[in-house]
């Protein structure tokens, strides 16, 4: 069945780096866009990163362009997010989700899968 593992959350000062994982099982992450969450305390789940079917296109929300990076590795089956420039606005449970399609959904319920999400917090 299809499985998905989160890895990498920490506790990290500001303007530091964190590098989550997804691992993905149970189906061929190369032919299905995938997606990463965070949802903060008291906020909604807030869509910020995609990547397309075979790496070929991302998507990145506003809040996190320019120092966030969504990544694959097809041999591993797993999804990267390299998160540079960490502000403590960036302290959030960090969820990957895919609904084995070719959308990168903005809407949270649209995604069938999830991981179980990993904590990060940014804080000095």
């Known amino acids: 069945q299809v499985q998905l593992v989160e890895s990498g959350g920490d506790l990290v000062q500001p303007g530091g780096s964190l590098r989550l994982s997804c691992a993905a099982s149970?189906?061929?992450?190369?032919?299905?866009?995938m997606g990463w969450f965070r949802q903060a305390p008291g906020k909604e789940r807030e869509r910020i990163a995609c990547i397309g079917s075979s790496g070929g296109s991302t998507y990145y929300a506003d809040s996190v362009k320019g120092r966030f990076t969504i990544s694959s590795d097809n041999a591993k089956n797993t999804v990267y997010l390299q998160m540079n420039s960490l502000k403590p606005e960036d302290t959030a449970v960090y969820y990957c989700?895919?609904?084995?399609?070719?959308?990168?959904?903005?809407?949270?319920?649209?995604?069938?899968?999830w991981g179980q999400g990993t904590q990060v917090t940014v804080s000095s």
């Open positions: 149970g189906f061929t992450l190369d032919y299905y866009v």
């Open positions: 989700a895919t609904d084995l399609s070719a959308r990168c959904y903005s809407d949270y319920g649209r995604y069938k899968y």
